[in-house]
């Protein structure tokens, strides 16, 4: 009588056939799946703390009241911070030695002082700029001490403005390197003034460059404009996390105030996320190069086949 030999059953064999199963599985079904498993998790733990979940959905409405104040601080910041980015990179590279000391200087300064202590600069310091300057000069117009005089949400849209433009400043002239010396050469050899060079050869392509960065710089920013509210922003212009504080003050709900604009931020970053993705394919094209795969029975180029 012949013994029958069993399959092994040994750890890497069933890890080596798990291995196989899962590779028939589609990675973008796997990662659903993640994510699904994720959902649960907070499903529950939601359930187990016990939230307020009514209190949260009629929240909602009032919290993303303040959304369109939250896209004009940091649309505005990113505006400044693009033309001061700009201007703080062509001085960063210019010869001039003005260009580049004063383009330096604001380098070094907004990047080395907290974007917080800056709002509260240009909030409560730029005021009292003002009543110096009138005690000093008393003919000195009195709209123009009104001038340093900036609501909480101005100010901290240009305080925003000036730390990211900063930052972007590097990003702007490592784009700027970034295109080949000989693009400038050939506008050079053209007739092409200063400007013009810049205008239509180099910053066209270094847009590609630069644009991935900027759009990362935008989400970061638009997670920042929650800083404004420690300047004491009104409540008509509160922007989405001022209107979760307050809210949440108001019926002793904190938590469950965060936990619902930690959605909202969540929920604008995976849009503008999208975007910048759906951005970065378009300005792409025409660079990334594939060369497509020889098949056996395609014969190589007349130059190969002499190599051969």
Request: aromatic content about 12%; overall charge positive; hydrophobic content about 50%.
């Amino acid at each position: 009588m012949t013994s029958q030999r069993l399959p092994s059953t040994s750890p890497g064999d069933r890890f080596e056939r798990v291995a196989l199963t899962s590779a028939r599985v589609p990675f973008r079904l796997k990662v659903v799946a993640v994510w699904l498993v994720i959902f649960l998790v907070l499903g529950l733990f939601f359930a187990v703390a016990q939230f307020d979940v009514p209190w949260m959905r009629d929240q909602v409405s009032y919290i993303t009241g303040g959304l369109r104040y939250t896209l004009y601080i940091a649309v505005g910041g990113i505006v400044l911070a693009i033309l001061l980015a700009a201007l703080g990179a062509l001085g960063r590279i210019s010869t001039n030695p003005l260009a580049y000391g004063i383009s330096g200087f604001y380098v070094s300064f907004f990047r080395g002082t907290p974007l917080i202590v800056q709002m509260f600069l240009i909030y409560l310091a730029l005021p009292q700029v003002g009543v110096n300057l009138r005690g000093s000069y008393p003919g000195m117009p009195q709209w123009l001490e009104q001038v340093y005089v900036l609501e909480a949400a101005v100010a901290g849209t240009l305080a925003l403005g000036l730390n990211y433009g900063a930052y972007m400043t590097e990003i702007f002239r490592a784009g700027i390197q970034s295109v080949s010396g000989g693009q400038g050469e050939a506008a050079d050899a053209l007739g092409m003034t200063y400007g013009q060079k810049m205008r239509k050869v180099i910053l066209p392509q270094a847009f590609r460059v630069i644009i991935p960065p900027t759009g990362n710089e935008f989400i970061a920013m638009l997670k920042d404009t929650a800083l404004v509210s420690f300047l004491g922003v009104t409540a008509t212009s509160a922007e989405i996390f001022r209107r979760s504080q307050l809210a949440g003050n108001t019926d002793f709900k904190n938590l469950e105030a965060l936990l619902v604009v930690a959605g909202i931020y969540w929920a604008l970053t995976a849009v503008f996320t999208f975007f910048q993705r759906r951005l970065e394919v378009r300005l792409s094209k025409g660079y990334v190069r594939t060369a497509p795969l020889r098949t056996r029975e395609q014969p190589l180029p007349p130059s190969r086949q002499d190599d051969t």
